[in-house]
Every structure is written in C-alpha cells, then in structure tokens.
C-alpha cells in the first residue's frame, strides 16, 4: 500500500512538473511522457509512446544520439540540444538524462528531463550581443576606458585608445598599479579620489597628467565610478578623456588673454566697449573700459562703467554737435570712422584732445548692437601741429626765400619770398633743382666744395650769384642745411637765404669809399709828415738860425756895456733866447726828428725812449735786433709815430715805471712791440662805449696806411701792450733776427 502510494505521488508530481518529463526503454523507445511534454512538442500520448525518442530530436545537434545514450548509461548525461516539435520548429533545450533500475540493479528505461531555454537563449543572446556592442563601443571609443580592482588599485582593464594616446601596449600595464603612471605632482589628488572611490563615492571630474611612453605627460579628464559586488566596492571604472591639446589651447588662450590683458593695461590709449541703447544712443551702457583711461583723463575705468553718461557730460560744448552727428553717422551707416574731440580731465580741468577710432558691433542681421573704440591723446599732437602751423605761417611769410629739396637736390616746396625773388612761380620751381638759379659765375670747384661741406652734415653758409628767371643777376646769401632720419641719412635740405643785391652794392660803394678814404689819409699823413719835415727844417734853420745871431748879438752887446743895469737885461733877454732856441729844437724834433731820416729807425727809437725816460723817469728796456737794414719811408715813419704816441700815453695816463720797446724781423714781418707795466684798461669795455682815443686811432690808422696790423692788449692794472706788424718784401726780409732782450 505503501508503495503504490509513493508511485502514485511520484506519477502524480511528474505528471504535473512544468519540465518535460520522457521515459524511454533501452533502446530509446517512449514509453511515458508527462503533460508537459505533450504541450511542449505538440504530440498526442498516443503519437508518440511506443516511437523512438529521436522523432522530438533535431538533426542539426551537433552531438549524436548514440554518444548521449552511452553516457547516460554510464552515470548520466546532461547539456543543451536542438529539439524539434511535431510542426517541425526546432527549439533549444537543456536536457537530463539517467537510467532507470530495478531492484537488481538491472537497467531497465532511460529518463530524460528537458527544460525549453528558448527564452533563456534568447536573453544570452541579446546579452552577447550587448556585450559585443559594449566591446565594440569601448575598443572604438576615442577615450580610455580602464578598470582598477580596489583597495590594491591594480589596472584590471585598459582599453585600446590608451596605446593611442600613451604610446604603451596595454599588456605592458594591465596587472600592474596605476601609481607610476601618474605624475608625481598629481599623486596626492589620484590618491584621494582613489579613496572616494573606495568608500563608494564618485568624485567630480578632475585632470591628472599621465606619463607616456616618450617620457612626456598628457592631460586627462578622469570621470571614476566604483564597481560593487555583493554590496562592497571592489573596483573602480573609469574613463579619461585626453585634454592635452585642449590645456594647450587653454593655456595659450590663457597667456593670449593676459598679453591682452598687460597690452591694454599699458598701452597709451584707452580701449572701450559700449552696449547701444536704442532710447540714448549717446549714453549707452559701457560695458569695458581699460584702465589706461585714468592716466589720461583722471577717471578710473569703474567710473565711467557706473556712470554711462559721465563720458558725454566730460565733453568739451563746442565739440558735441559734432560728436552726435558722427555718433549718429556711425548707427546709420554701420562703417567705422576715427573722429577727434576734447575731454575735461578730471582733476586739472583742462581739456584733452583725443582721437577716437570707433567701429560698429554688428548682429549677423546687421544690427548695431554697440561699438568698440580705442581713444589715444593727442593734446601734444594738436599743440604740435599748431607750433607747425604758426612755423609753416611764419615761414611762408618770412622775407626770406626758403625752399625745401629731397635728397636728390629735387625741389619740394618754396614759399612766397623765394617767388617774389626769383621769378618763378611755386609750380614753376616744385619738381625743378635749384640749377634752374644758376648763372654761371661760379666754377666746377666751387659747387663741389659746397656739396663737400653740405654732405658733410655741417650747416653751409654762401653766398650764390644767381639769375632770376627774367635774366637779372641778383647776389644770394644763402644757409643749407640738411634733415636727417633717425638712422642719421640725409633725408631733405632746407635752404633760408636773402636777396642781398643792394646790400652788396652798398658794401662796393663803401669799399670804395673807404679805399677813397684811406688814400686820402694816407695822402694827408704824407703831406703831413712832408710838412712837418718842412716846417722842422725851416724852424731848424730859419728860426732856430735868427735866434742863435739874435744870441750873439745880444752877447757882444753885453760886452762893450758899462752900465750894470742894463747889462743884467740883457743878461735875461739872453736867457730867453735860449730857452727859445730849446724850444724851437724841441719842437722841430717832434715835428720831424733829423735822427730818423740821418741814421734810421733803430737808432731814431733808441734815441727817442732814452729822451723821454730822462724826461719822466721811468726805466726803459730795448731789444732791437743788430744790423737791421734800412725800411721804406711809410713804415719807419709808421714805428717812430707808434712809439712816440705810447710813449706819450705812458707819461699822460699809463704811470708805468717801465717800459720795454722791441723791434725785429720774423717770419717775413717787421715786429714793433711796445709793453709797460702801468695802470692798464678795459679794452673790450672803451670799445664797446666807443671811447677809443684819437691817439689810439691814430696808430690804426698810421699802421694801416703803411700796409701792416696793429694789436692793442690791455686789462686794469696789468699794464698796456701794443703790436705793430708789418710785411716786408724780399730784400728787406732776408734779414730775420730774432729780439736780443738786450737793454740800453
């Protein structure tokens, strides 16, 4: 009872399993197959008990019928097989086999035990083929995919775009830790974001340099992710993306952006940007200001970006029409334009003279949505061109012909002077060389030492004799100079010069007048000097002759008197004779000294300085060189009248003690040199207070007649020095005898 209860609850639960249930015998014939079977395969009961069991197999399975029985015998077979139904589908199964035995251990059927995996096949297959997809999608990837097992962080996985971007193979770090890879600077932050993966977090991107084959470093973004198992973190994924070029970019934009950045602190003009407002275009928003504007105009960029008007209330009134016309020029024609204007600067009150180059911001559309501008100062600029102005102003009205060549001698301006002076006209001359003055006076040599000097560098001053375009000859006085660029080339020259005809007329006029004059003062010093010889020899000898009989009259008279009274006047009559006899000598000598035409020059100055030292008292020095040859009349008249006027000078005003008198030839020049040593004067002074004495004159004058120099040196209590120099022809000149400092 016992039994046939268990058979019946096993036939019962077999018949009820949801898996398909067959019993064969030992030659695969069905002898049982539960429900499920049944419905699984399409069959009747009756269709299939009694048949072998290969009608329900595919003839596809790979493994044969005979090869699964003989391991079911043996203990048991169990795998996957294609399975056919009645309609001829085929569908996978998993299947069970084992031997069914009697009591003696006799095999006496087969049970099979088949499961339909179809679905279960079907979702291996989709997962294979999302795994397939998911190995393509990581081998195509252009980032690196990599795995870490955690907390040991050994690199499990790597995918092939790390060869790529690291030039490694990835069997050469698969197995190994991440560490080496990793620049030592970023360590410390691969680390921690290690460790937030370990406590299961998933840190915020970040970037670590990861070390590559050359021995460079590339720039990655790191997105990790732990892999838990179980409930605990075992691992990391993670993907890093290569922003090398992209920090390179980054950097370079970042250096660009602070070139920009010092460029605009410190470039001398003020950078701005304006956001248009379509209710005031003339107080839109400034949205950028650089901070050069306070330098130039006292208010801090922040300033004007919190005050958008403040820039259009610091406008100068005269220059706003102008500035809201052009405003308004540049909304509506959408071109830049550069526009000038004035600016009150904050603090001194003066106005700046600005020069705006201002461009429209522009919509695709062709909006205007702002303008960019960038402002320099130009009040030194203006102030120049207004020195230029009056320069150019001055120039152009200057009495002086001025006109401007380029390097070549070619001319590029003339102003009006130079038209009214020579003739031709501004069109006439531009483009022309000053040939077109030339007259032909002047020679090869000269026009070469010109160019000579002007090439030189140096400031020429000439005088041309040109030809005015009508055919006049006119005397130019003119100064050349040259411009020069800053790598000091010769660029333009400049000529300024004057016509000075009638100023040369004048001049030959006086020249001759003054040639006029000194023949006649020479004249008159000779009939002078004959006259005084003249009348010397006369007083000598007429009146000196009347007086010396008058003497000895008056003398014998005396002789044969007896009476003592009028004895003693004849005695002071002849007193006075000869106190009138000294005199009429003395005259005679000053007059016209016999000593000087009897003996010569020499011995005439030694006589004569000895005279007047006994006369005054002072001590006289004379050096004249030995055997000094006789010298023509003028100049031996010219050094006695020299030495006689100083000497007279040294007793009126000089109050010397000494005086040193030298006379020699040297270097084809008779040399009379006169020094003494009393009270002196300011030369430069009377001079300039035109206080020369006629004494003083005199002697130019004398020296001068005679053909020679005279050079008069003194300075207030240093005494007097006076030179007289005169040329001498060869046979006077033979003779060079230097002075012997002797004394007499």
């Known amino acids: 009872k016992q039994k046939e209860q ?21 030659d695969n014939n069905v002898l049982f197959v539960n429900e499920a079977f049944l419905k699984a395969y399409g069959y009747t009961r009756e269709e299939l008990v009694g ?57 006496v059927g087969l049970i099979g035990v088949a499961t339909d995996i179809t679905e279960r096949k079907r979702a291996d297959e989709a997962l294979h083929e999302s795994e397939e997809r998911y190995r393509d999608l990581v081998n195509a990837a252009p980032d690196v995919i990599y795995s870490l097992s955690l907390p040991d962080g050994i690199i499990t996985s790597l995918n092939p775009f790390f060869e790529s971007i690291t030039g490694w193979k990835r069997e050469e770090w698969i197995g190994k830790p991440f560490v080496p890879l990793i620049h030592p600077d970023d360590l410390a932050k691969a680390l921690a974001t290690t460790e937030q ?23 990655g973004e790191f997105t990790s992710a732990p892999e838990v198992k179980d409930g605990n973190v075992v691992g990391e994924y993670g993907i890093v993306r290569n922003i090398t070029d992209r920090k390179r970019v980054e950097e370079a934009l970042r250096e660009s952006e602070q070139r920009q950045r010092s460029i605009l602190n410190n470039v001398d003009e003020i950078v701005y940007m304006v956001e248009a407002r379509k209710e005031n275009m003339f107080q839109g928003k400034l949205i950028f200001v650089s901070p050069r504007a306070e330098r130039i105009v006292g208010y801090t960029a922040e300033e004007f970006m919190r005050d958008s008007s403040l820039w259009f209330k610091s406008l100068h009134p005269e220059d706003m029409p102008s500035v809201m016309e052009q405003t308004n020029e540049l909304y509506s024609s959408k071109q830049g334009q550069t526009r000038e204007y004035r600016i009150r600067h904050k603090y001194t009150g003066d106005y700046v003279w600005m020069e705006d180059r201002v461009a429209p911001q522009l919509t695709a559309e062709g909006e205007v949505v702002g303008q960019f501008g960038v402002a320099r100062d130009i009040t030194e600029r203006k102030r120049m061109e207004e020195r230029l102005t009056k320069l150019s102003s001055a120039v152009e009205q200057s009495a002086d012909c001025v006109f401007i060549t380029d390097n070549n001698g070619v001319i590029q301006y003339v102003n009006k002077a130079f038209e009214q002076s020579t ?60 411009l020069k660029d ?247 000149s033979s003779q060079a005898f230097p002075p012997t400092g002797g004394g007499s």
């Not at 043996?74 to 056919?84: D, F, I, P, S, T």
């Not at 000779?526 to 008058?550: C, K, M, N, P, W």
């Not at 008279?557 to 106190?579: F, W």
Request: one cysteine or more; proline letters at 3%; a positive charge.
């Open 51 to 107: 048949k072998n069991i290969s009608i329900v197999k595919s003839k596809r399975n790979e493994r044969p019928m005979s090869e699964i029985l003989l391991a079911t015998l043996k203990g048991g077979w169990q795998g996957e097989l294609l399975n056919r139904k009645k309609n001829g589908d085929e569908f996978p199964v998993h299947l069970s086999t084992s031997t069914v035995r009697d009591d003696s251990g006799r095999v």
């Open 486 to 732: 800053e790598k000091g080339s010769i660029t333009n020259f400049v000529a300024t010069g004057r016509d000075v005809t009638v100023r040369r007329r004048a001049e030959e006029a006086l020249r001759k007048a003054g040639d006029r004059l000194r023949f006649l003062s020479r004249r008159l010093l000779a009939v002078q000097e004959s006259e005084r010889h003249t009348i010397a020899r006369e007083i000598h000898d007429e009146l000196g002759g009347a007086f010396t009989t008058l003497k000895v009259n008056l003398q014998a008279l005396l002789s044969n008197l007896r009476q003592a009274e009028q004895a003693s006047r004849i005695v002071d009559s002849i007193g006075i004779v000869d106190r009138a006899i000294d005199q009429i000598r003395a005259l005679a000598i000053s007059l016209r000294p016999s000593v000087l035409d009897d003996l010569g020059l020499s011995a005439a100055l030694r006589w004569y300085i000895d005279r007047q030292a006994q006369r005054v008292g002072f001590v006289p020095s004379v050096s004249i060189a030995p055997a000094l040859p006789r010298f023509s009349e003028d100049i031996e008249t010219a050094c006695f009248r020299v030495t006689q006027e100083v000497l007279t000078n040294v007793v009126r005003h000089a109050k010397a003690s000494k005086v040193i008198l030298g006379l020699y030839i040297d270097k084809e020049q008779l040399h009379l040199v006169i020094t003494d040593d009393g009270v002196g004067f300011d030369v430069e002074k009377v001079k300039a207070q035109h206080e020369l004495g006629l004494g003083i004159l005199g002697m130019q004058e004398r020296v001068s007649s005679a053909g020679g120099s005279f050079e008069l040196e003194s300075s207030t209590g240093r005494g007097t020095k006076v030179s007289a120099h005169f040329p001498l022809p060869a046979h006077n």
């Open 423 to 482: 003739g031709y006209t501004k069109e006439e001359a531009i483009g022309k060389t000053p040939r077109i003055l030339k007259s032909g006076k002047h020679d090869d040599a000269f026009y070469a030492k010109f160019w000579e000097e002007i090439l030189s560098g140096k400031a020429v001053h000439v005088e041309f004799l040109n030809r005015r375009k009508n055919g006049e000859l006119y005397h130019d006085e003119r100064t050349v100079t040259c």
């Open 6 to 26: 268990e058979f019946t609850l096993l036939a019962h639960s077999i018949k009820s399993i949801s898996e398909c249930v067959s019993i064969t015998d030992a």
């Open 197 to 219: 993966v370990t406590r299961g977090e998933s840190p915020e991107p970040y970037q670590l340099r990861v070390l590559t084959k050359s021995g460079e470093y590339a720039v």
